[in-house]
């Protein structure tokens, strides 16, 4: 018996709040680093280098946990990932030295790597080709809310509570979480895509030796420096530029995540509506991503900006560019790659994103140490989306569905 629209959509809905709670418990460090600071003592130094913590166990845990998205399917990898995170998000209330922060952050970073593959993946199980576009682009969506609830919410509770209960209070709810999503699949079966014969094919060899491989890759380091870039250090410019710290941080951070959200709910209905129309594939995509990649140019005209509100805007289009482009190169993962592959060649392209989250995590510490202020990191953002394009033109000239007879029965109920 076909999965029923019922049970489709419970499991997206969760799967939309997974997406809110991984990015809600990455944020909170940023959005309370002016207060954490004060009360450690820490430099901007030691900042970007939990950051780069963060993004680089994050970057070689992608590298197992793509394997394990396809290994054990969505239906696990899910709930695995979800409690793995949260209970690395609670024990942050305990840290107290940089050597404990940095062990925590790791932990986080490497437990949050099981977010991006299992959740492209379960998107490509559960919906058809055509409609998987508007799925990615309400998924990037929903997910920028955790941007928007985290700087209005966070330091509201750290200011009644103090802020480690902020990271105890994220982590419970991802728990509850992943006691509903065990419920919620209850007597489903999730077919991975891989035939019996090939089932047992999990191995990364076969997946780096293929062109598309590297042409995800590639865009996702230059592409993912600059997301990683505003994510981390937003915060930071806000305060630097205005002054704005703590419950002041809120209302800029969360326009600024709106912008993100209107991206990837843009880009990713106007693609479905564009393909059931029967534009070409190749163009709808590559498309989308030179007008994202077109939208982020004026970032650097933020560092101008006479007022807050102007600021806010170049850095919500910019955020908006990105999770277009981001949305974007997701279903662009879910064109070219066959589905029992998915979760690997996704894992390893946010691995090769988060090294390049990782490296400008740590090059902005040092140059904002050394006195030269954003410019140099807002110019490389501002056509780092453009470089992106112009490498998968370069090694995808045409974008070709993997599978082109693939149909919508992903799902079947378990009897």
Known sequence: MTLSPSRRTILFVLLLLAGILNLVDRQIISVLKPVISKDLGWTDNDYGTLAAWFQGSAAFAFLATGWIVDRVGVKWANPLGVFSWSLAAIGHAWAATIGQFTFVRAALGATEAMGTPSGIKTIATIFPPHQRSTGYGISNAVGSVGGILA?????????????????????????????AWLVAVRGVHFDNGAAPSVSADTEYGPILKER????IAFAKVLSDSTWWLMLFWMPDFFHRQFGLEGTALGPPLAVAYTGAAIGAMIAGTLASRLLVQGRELDRVRKGAMLVAGLI???????????????????????????????TTLFAVIADVTPRAKVGRVTAFGAFCGNLGGMAIAKIAGAVLAAGL???????????????????????????????????????????
């Not at 598309?212 to 042409?215: L, N, Q, S």
């Not at 560092?303 to 289009?317: F, R, S, V």
């Not at 112009?390 to 992903?410: C, N, S, V, Y």
């Open 151 to 179: 700087p209005l919410l966070i330091p509201l509770l750290a200011a009644l509570y103090g802020w480690r209960t902020a990271f105890v209070i994220a982590g419970v709810a991802g728990v509850i979480w992943a006691a």
């Open 212 to 215: 598309r491989t590297w042409a």
């Open 296 to 326: 982020v140019l004026p970032v650097p005209l933020a560092l101008h900006a006479e007022d807050l509100w102007t600021a806010t805007a170049i850095l919500a289009l910019t955020m908006a560019g990105h999770q277009a482009f981001s």
């Open 373 to 415: 202020g954003y410019l140099p990191l807002f110019l490389f953002a501002s056509i780092s989306y453009l470089l992106a394009l112009g490498w998968i033109q370069l090694l995808l000239p045409r974008i070709r569905r993997a599978e082109p007879h693939a149909d919508t029965a992903e799902l079947v109920a378990a009897h």
